[in-house]
């Protein structure tokens, strides 16, 4: 797919990304219907998807120590922080539909 040669990441990251970016860019009933399908996804859908970034999160690191070490300064265009929050955000999508089976 183009977008991980564009984007530098993962499809299945970089899609989560685009799809997320354009859910904030929108208003009304369609951020309920993108609220919905992700209240939707199942703890096994979660875990999947929080293991996948993870895997990127891990590949982040990879080139952050290889460039570094390579170059003798940070890269640029870190992608951590982004990383990170979407985990975030998964996790407590995660806690949601725990507690609500509850």
Known sequence: MVISNVYGMT??????CMTMKNSLKQHG???KMVSRKIQELSEADLTYVEKLLGE??????EADK??????????PGNRKKQI???????????????????
Do not use: P
């Open 56 to 61: 990127q999160f891990a590949k982040e690191l």
């Open 29 to 31: 009933d369609t951020d």
């Open 11 to 16: 499809d299945v990251m970089a899609l989560l």
């Open 66 to 75: 290889t460039w570094t070490q390579k170059n003798k300064y940070d890269r």
């Open 84 to 102: 990170i929050k979407l985990m975030d955000a998964v996790r407590s999508q995660k806690k949601l539909t725990t507690v609500e089976k509850w």
